[in-house]
């Protein structure tokens, strides 16, 4: 089914030129929040998570425009994405695997469950690791909610583990001339 | 437990919560089905057919309060009860799905819904039966889009 069709989407593309899903407008079309409600929403959902101890999350924004973790990355916050697509984008794309002591700030954390890739962040900024423990700081959307920095591994149950990272810089050992 | 008990389970803030985040029904529908509350829902459901018409019930007793919610919306816990309904009875899931989607302010619930009502067109257009094509459903400019007129025959060859 066309994208385009009924004028309600505009077509995404990956830097190959593939175009990227989207989900079908009819399923869209009636889901609309405001911003105030996504606010009281978003300000829940962490408060939940920071009374089961996450406690470094910070609220960056909330919007009430569709988009997801990889619509903020990957469609500069215009578009709901699925998950189920980032395999194909990221290749589309032209991003490489590269390991977590490679990380730098602008690359792409992808979160699985039962091997499942079930979730997307942007790598924010990478510190010292406090003993075995890395230290490092994503932005990511949190489903119909806001957009959330946070560590590393503090995402909701659901969200999964980090366990692949990813860039399009080239070479990916770039940082070691610097 | 009995269905009361998940339902109670099912529609506080801590379930929907755990739900809301996910970024698409592929997600959605994983987690589900790993949820401990949803299978053992799903397994005292199963068989039962007051069960599940219970199960259809508390999708329409939830419906009419998802504007007034200013919190979440049960949009999480109506896609619970979708996503065992589409698990125990094709029939009952389409009843419900129609119902999801003329709502308003729900995301998964409708997502779902549409993808058992598509495929409930693709199994009716399959068997050559009255159901619409895609093709004739309604376009202009400010579009409604009604659901199109249930033809239960292909459900029920279906599950034969």
Redesign the interface.
Known sequence: ?SLQ????QKPIFARNGWEIPQ??P????????TEE?VS??TV??VD?LLRKGKTELHIRSVSAHMY???GLIFANRRSWI???HIDNILQHDGYQPVSIDDLVSGDVVVYT??K?R???GLVTNVMPAMGSVPNIRVLS?????GEVEHRLED?????GEPSEYWSERAPHDLKRLF | MTLSDYFEEIES??FQ???????????VE??LA?NSIVTSMLDLAKGDVLLVQELYRRISYLLPKVAGE???SYDESIIAYLYCLKKTDPLWAYRASEIIWD?????WS??LA?KIIEFQHQVDASLNLSSPE?SSYP?N?T?T?PVPKISFQGILMETA
């Open positions: 089914m069709y009924f004028g309600l989900p079908n009819l399923v869209l079309e009636k889901f609309r929040q409600l009281i929403q829940e959902l939940e997801d973790c990889v699925d998950i189920e469950l039962a499942k079930v979730h997307v959307k949190w489903g119909k909610h995402v909701p149950y659901y969200l | 803030l801590e919560i755990q739900f809301t985040v996910l970024s698409g029904l592929s997600s994983f987690a790993r200013t919190k979440l709502t308003d302010g729900l995301l409708r997502w549409y895609p376009i400019d579009p889009y």
